[in-house]
């Protein structure tokens, strides 16, 4: 669970924009490009140009905040203000319209039932009833001896039957 999302960049590691394709940028509230200093400055300023355009083409926030791109330099400690501001900034417009809570509540909401699914996908699993099905039926699915359905319903009758 998070309430801000800041995706840390590096200028000049080649991977710039690779984050489109792994999908993660459409999930930063902010990007900050670290390393902006010395002989990495023109760098930096080019992939924040490169970020900011980006951004454009990715739909309009839950939140309905515009994602911001932020140069830095942790060794020199420039931009580190802008971070924090820009963090200070998210809260007070998602708190101002509700998405903050309504964002923590879905949060908590979806992790309460992953650690539901978690547990009984780990229950069902180390039964030792199902361990010696499992397979069985496994290999009857691929040889079209049942449907994958009936396999998961067998399985499924085994688990809460021998509870």
């Given at each position: 669970m998070v309430d801000?999302?800041?995706l840390l960049m590096l200028a000049g590691a080649g991977d710039e924009?690779?984050?489109i394709k792994r999908g993660i940028m459409e999930m930063a509230d902010t990007i900050a490009i670290n390393?902006?200093?010395g002989s990495n400055i023109?760098?930096?300023k080019l992939a924040k140009a490169q970020f900011e355009n980006a951004l454009h083409l990715f739909p309009p926030t839950e939140s309905g905040w515009v994602p911001k791109v932020?140069?830095?330099s942790a060794l020199k400690n420039n931009g580190i203000d802008d971070i924090w501001n820009t963090i200070n900034d998210y809260l007070i417009h998602c708190k101002s319209d509700g998405y903050f809570l309504a964002n923590r509540n879905r949060q908590a909401k979806y992790w309460m039932y992953e650690t539901i699914n978690a547990a009984v996908k780990e229950k069902f699993y180390i039964n030792t009833q199902i361990k010696n099905?499992?397979?069985e039926l496994e290999n009857?699915?691929?040889s079209?001896?049942?449907s994958s359905f009936v396999a998961a319903k067998m399985l499924l009758d085994l688990y809460f039957n021998s509870k």
């Open positions: 801000f999302f800041l924009l690779q984050g390393k902006a200093d023109n760098k930096a932020i140069t830095c099905k499992l397979k009857d699915v691929i079209n001896k049942v």
